[in-house]
């Protein structure tokens, strides 16, 4: 199976009223690709957040609360956008790819697999964000080219280590990214945007 090209879509697009379209333009500019999306938790994952700062639920259960709001979004961005189907494991790629969609994890029972067989599984904090999980992904998955679409510009000549101190990816993905060759940085909200290399 050749690997796909993987695109971590950020949570913050889901409050867009323009993302469903412009997500859907983007995906078919690449139909002719393999694709496989990932997208983040947005204003979801900041109520399980909040609400461990307030409560003090701890980094285990925030994380595995953290990861079900993750396929709660999956599954939001399926309503919105008809070519995303979700799957929860790779061996369904094939057959949505088949069908002519674009598969999009759920990543909550392939990141609890990986945690169980990895010798170095990600940490179970909030210095772990759905940036560092699709870069997981990719990196098991072998892929090609890990694609961000993200709500905010790249300043110029940034790279992988200063992008997560401006914010821009969690403090984890440089090295959850590590063997990654190929990382793009797209600002989906702007249009004329083009994707920018991410370099180590």
């Known amino acids: 199976m050749r ?34 999306a990932v997208i983040g938790g ?18 285990e259960r925030s994380h595995h609360l953290a990861l079900r709001s993750l396929d709660l979004t999956a599954q939001l ?19 949505v790819w088949e069908a002519s969609k674009v598969p999009l994890l759920a990543p909550r029972a392939f990141l609890d697999e990986d945690d169980a067989q990895s010798s170095d599984p990600l940490p179970h904090n ?19 080219e890990l694609v961000l679409l993200k709500s905010a510009p790249l300043p110029p000549g940034t790279d992988r280590r200063v992008a997560s101190r401006l914010g821009l990816v969690d403090p984890v993905f440089p090295e959850a990214a590590r063997r990654l060759d190929r990382v793009l940085y797209l600002n989906l909200r702007e249009s004329r945007a083009d994707p920018t290399l991410l370099p180590p």
Do not use: C, N
Request: a negative charge; hydrophobic letters at 45%.
């Open 3 to 36: 690997a796909p090209v993987v695109l971590k879509v950020g949570g913050s697009l889901l409050d867009w009223p323009g993302f469903p379209t412009t997500l859907e333009s983007y995906l078919q500019g690449r139909r002719a690709e393999r694709l496989l």
């Open 77 to 95: 961005l399926a309503a919105m956008v008809p070519s995303l189907v979700v799957i929860e494991r790779f061996e369904s790629l094939g057959p």
């Open 126 to 144: 909030w210095e772990v964000t759905s940036d560092s999980i699709a870069a997981r992904v990719a990196d098991r998955l072998e892929s090609p």
């Open 42 to 59: 947005g204003s979801i994952t900041d109520i399980v957040r909040r609400l461990d700062r307030l409560h003090g639920l701890g980094d």
